[in-house]
């Protein structure tokens, strides 16, 4: 059964710093999802990686999937206010028609 | 651009009421997804459709909880007999037959029992 792992689960940082979100999954996948989620709202998809290597970029955020380590991470450069909400990463379960497993979601807050 | 459409948005309702939800997924989606989730957590899957058959609902409290969809299309979520503890943000997904397999999600019902 797949399992995902998130962290930090918690994170705060200054606007126009750098960080890193890393997303670990325990079984073999090819794809790996990012969403965002603004308090009170519904989740908004942000990425889709669909191979090993895979890289994708949206203004300061950068998604990257390495497979053969299980590791996705999500990269924040320069970071805004603007920026600030939780941020899930999620893995299709192969055994289970392709159902998401969750990880517990990681909450940035940006300050000024 | 299709959308999910969800509703009512909002809904507020005394423990031992019945409430449904109305899920409406993007057009040609076979798919279709309810999901729980509390504040402060990660969604939580309900049930899962494919076309007009449940797939999985192993996570649906059946003592209180129904789902259809019935000419597989748009959805209907029930609780009956609410209690304090169905509070929380009900979230409707949606995913085509691309190769991608993205889930889509509404907007969600925000539901609070007093």
């Known amino acids: 059964e797949l399992k995902v792992e998130q962290n930090p689960l918690f994170l705060s940082m200054q606007e126009g710093k750098n960080y890193t979100i890393y997303c670990n999954y325990s079984?073999?996948?090819?794809?790996l999802y990012w969403y965002r989620q603004d308090p009170g709202k519904s989740l908004e998809s942000l990425f889709v990686?669909?191979?090993n290597g895979a890289v994708k970029q949206e203004g300061r955020l950068m998604a990257s999937l390495d497979t053969k380590a299980r590791l996705s991470t999500l990269h924040i450069t320069a970071a805004v206010h603007d920026l600030s909400a939780t941020y899930f990463c999620?893995?299709?379960?192969?055994?289970?028609?392709?159902?998401?497993?969750w990880g517990a979601g990681t909450k940035l807050i940006i300050k000024p | 651009e299709a959308e999910v459409a969800q509703s009512p948005r909002y809904k507020i309702t005394e423990k031992s009421q019945a409430v449904a939800f109305w899920c409406d997924p993007i057009s040609g989606h076979a798919t279709l997804y309810w999901y729980r989730q509390i504040l402060g957590q990660g969604p939580e899957l309900l049930v899962q459709?494919?076309?007009?058959?449940?797939?999985?609902d192993s996570q649906l409290p059946k003592d209180r909880f129904s789902a259809e969809r019935l000419k597989g299309v748009d959805s209907t979520l029930k609780i009956q007999p609410a209690e304090l503890g169905d509070s929380a943000m009900y979230l409707c997904a949606s995913r085509g037959t691309s190769g991608s397999y993205e889930q889509y999600f509404g907007p969600g019902t925000r539901l609070t029992v007093t």
């Open positions: 079984t073999t996948s090819d794809r």
């Open positions: 459709f494919q076309d007009e058959s449940v797939v999985d």
């Open positions: 990686l669909l191979s």
């Open positions: 999620a893995g299709p379960d192969l055994d289970s028609n392709y159902q998401l497993i």
